[in-house]
């Protein structure tokens, strides 16, 4: 049974990197696309971005200037780096697989705050 | 105006039926997209329920029971979410989500009520 279990920083202060890493467990990376997607009660649910097993990305408009999507093969991750963060960046940080567009797996979810 | 919007809550007794609408920003066609949707319950990730285009391209999740189901309404211009012999273990978030210039989005979310 695939799994994805991700970690990272909890919390970080205005204008920090925001770092997090998502390993896949119990499958391949191939055919899929890699995603990140955060949650907020202010915003929702809101897509940040993926990355192909071949390492193509596609990033959301709003976020593009900020956000950098990379896989690590051999080690079957992928990671998110979010630059210049705000308050406005809290969030539940999710990663997970997109198979032909429908997001059918889903990492536990990291909480991200940030705060001076 | 938001590219999906969804009524904020719903409430339907157990046995009965909900349907959970989704609706299109005017000027994006509902008959274009796939609408996939999505359940949450506290303290989980969402998880995909399924995806539904027409009724000759749809998508069940594994393991979704039947009752899950998905249609349009091309006149509102909405995707709805078909909920019958509604249990308590259905009390959950749902959104629906769509891909829109490469984009991801999600709708804002109903939240379901079973009482």
């Known amino acids: 049974q695939v799994q994805l279990q991700q970690w990272g920083t909890g919390l970080l202060k205005p204008s920090e990197t925001l770092s997090l890493t998502c390993a896949v467990y119990?499958?391949?990376?191939?055919?899929?696309?890699w995603s990140w997607i955060r949650q907020s009660p202010g915003t929702g649910l809101e897509w940040i971005g993926e990355?192909?097993?071949?390492?193509?990305?596609n990033y959301n408009p709003s976020l593009r200037s900020r956000v950098t999507i990379s896989l690590d093969t051999p080690k079957k991750q992928f990671s998110l780096r979010l630059n210049s963060v705000t308050a406005a960046d809290t969030a539940v940080y999710y990663c997970?697989?997109?198979?032909?567009?429908?997001?059918?797996?889903w990492g536990q979810g990291t909480l991200v705050t940030v705060s001076s | 105006q938001a590219v999906l919007t969804q009524p904020s809550s719903l409430s339907a007794s157990p046995g009965a039926s909900a349907s959970l609408t989704c609706t299109l920003r005017?000027?994006?066609?509902?008959?274009?997209?796939?609408i996939y949707w999505y359940q949450q319950k506290p303290g989980s990730p969402p998880q995909y329920l399924l995806r539904?285009?027409?009724?000759?391209?749809?998508?069940?999740g594994s393991g979704v029971p039947s009752r899950f189901s998905g249609s349009k309404d091309a006149s509102a211009n909405a995707g709805i979410l078909l909920i019958s012999g509604l249990q308590s273990e259905d009390e959950a978030d749902y959104y629906c989500?769509?891909?829109?210039?490469?984009?991801?989005?999600f709708g804002g979310g109903t939240k379901l009520t079973v009482l």
């Open positions: 005017s000027g994006i066609n509902v008959a274009t997209y796939g």
């Open positions: 989500m769509i891909w829109h210039s490469r984009v991801s989005v």
């Open positions: 990355i192909s097993h071949s390492g193509g990305t």
């Open positions: 997970a697989r997109d198979e032909d567009g429908q997001i059918d797996l």
């Open positions: 539904y285009k027409s009724d000759s391209d749809k998508q069940q």
């Open positions: 119990g499958g391949s990376l191939s055919a899929y696309q």
